[in-house]
């Protein structure tokens, strides 16, 4: 009803204003164990996260509420619409990549996915590990942050920030794009796709050398939003994005991609360039052509 009656800046700014208190609500019910986490004892530690994921998870279903109640939508797309290409096993860890347009591409993949998978993890730069509550709420949930490195000593970090995921099943979520899709940035970096930027492989590499063989299957994600002259995320709040497709399809991993030396075999860098690329290509024809839907 209220989407009926209010404006759509109204309704956008409501939104933001009520996630914010849930936010403030949960990260302030993992001080605790935030604290506790700094013990050097191991198996607290663990609980410590554990409980950290299990208040994230009541996070993402308290947005999910409040966006349902502001949104007028009906429980099954809060966030957008689904499509599911496979099947997921569940208690079973997962790669997940995504094109990557906007911030609410995370709220919109934790809320797409919650439930069905693993609470999802983003490798995120060492530079957020300093942002007030976003930067402490994810080292209490063992994200991985990690520096700018090459070669070895990428593989070394991205192993030693996953070693933790061995005991309990995650999904990792890797943005390939590296950065938002614009206009400009699309022509600057000279893309050859024409709804994305070049994918970065590297990264996508490191990471299943370290940890490919805990991953059952990847998670190949498209988000499509609807055409808007606001920037995207605020769109989203606004009401404009309720029916963000979000396509999802399972995948079998290439095994004989799963090792090999991204910076030095010059051979096994553009086979792992070329299965990505392929990926990209794909996932650019959906988007091109969901963009083309009345």
């Known amino acids: 009803m209220l989407s009926r009656l209010l404006p759509r800046p109204l309704i956008g700014a409501l ?47 308290t947005n999910q509420l409040i966006f349902r109640a502001l949104h007028d939508l009906p429980r099954a797309d809060a966030y957008g619409t689904l499509q599911l290409d496979g099947s997921l096993l569940p208690g079973r860890s997962y790669l997940l990549i995504s094109n990557h347009q906007s911030w609410a591409d995370i709220l919109i993949l934790f809320g797409s996915f919650q439930g069905r998978v693993p609470f999802l993890r983003f490798f995120l730069k060492r530079d957020l590990m300093y942002v007030p509550i976003i930067g402490l709420v994810c080292w209490a949930m063992d994200f991985p942050f990690m520096t700018r490195r090459s070669g070895t000593a990428d593989i070394a970090a991205t192993r030693r920030a996953c070693e933790v995921y061995k005991l309990d099943p995650v999904t990792v979520v890797n943005f390939l794009e590296g950065t938002r899709f614009t206009r400009a940035k699309q022509v600057a970096k000279q893309s050859p796709f024409r709804r994305l930027l070049r994918p970065k492989a590297a990264g996508l590499s490191y990471t299943l050398n370290a940890m490919g063989e805990q991953f059952a299957g990847l998670i190949d994600v498209t988000i499509a939003y609807q055409p808007t002259a606001r920037p995207l995320v605020w769109s989203w709040l606004c009401g404009e994005q309720n029916r963000v497709r979000v396509i999802a399809a399972v995948k079998p ?23 990505v690329n392929g990926l990209w290509s794909v996932k650019d024809t959906a988007l091109e052509q969901f963009m083309s839907e009345p």
């Open 15 to 61: 939104t933001f204003l009520v996630m914010c208190p849930s936010l403030f609500l949960w990260s302030g019910l993992m001080i605790p164990a935030m604290l506790l986490k700094l013990l050097p004892v191991y198996d607290l530690q663990r609980w410590c996260s554990r409980y950290c994921v299990w208040s994230a998870r009541r996070w993402v279903g």
């Open 253 to 275: 991993l290439p095994q004989h991609l799963l090792h090999g030396d991204y910076a030095q075999d010059v051979m096994f860098r553009e086979q792992f360039q070329a299965w």
